[in-house]
């Protein structure tokens, strides 16, 4: 029922995240995917290139994955570099409360972005740059340096990013392994496969 569905769990943006997710998806390409769910729930984050890579499968070339805005309130753009092969494949992503950092960054942007529906719970709100500086007596401090912004300028430390579709994962409604976060993503996405099959297709000669 939910072949043509490809889903990815991404357990953390580690060094291997690029290449597993590469794989996955020239698979998926191949066996002619139409829509996506991308699983981020309990991504505690990663590495900020890893997470620019796989935003950059669903953005075009140059759209802004993340905005870096530095204590001297000026801003760093980081934008999409990859090849944009899912850019026009339905997508949505589904989170929680421990989805932070890279998790928070690649949901923000496909959300900003390409209007991508975001199922769960509120993420952790994890999104400072932080550089620790050695002072004269020994010790150490910790200051943030920058802060993470979406595409569309919302900070994401300790506000998180909001669903939009709230969707909690409770004892009872796991129970026999269900996963009611997963079937609303489903459920969202099928729609959306169905819509753009019923839009008329212009040839252009």
Known sequence: ETKDIVYYKLHNFNANASELFYEATISALI????GVVL???????GFLEVANNIASWFLKRGEVVVQEKFSDSSKDMLRANGNSALVNLPVVILVNNGSASASEIVAGALRDVRGAKIVGEKTF???????VQNLKDGSSVKVTVAKWLTPNGLEIDKKGIEPDFEVKATEENTKDGN??????????????????Q????????
């Open 125 to 131: 709100g994890k999104g400072s740059v932080q550089e």
């Open 198 to 205: 019923a839009l008329p297709t212009f040839l252009l000669f």
């Open 179 to 196: 996963d009611p976060v997963l079937a609303k993503g489903l459920e969202i996405l099928k729609a959306e496969i169905k819509e753009e």
């Open 31 to 34: 066996q002619g995917t139409r």
């Open 39 to 45: 699983d981020l729930r309990n991504d505690p984050g």
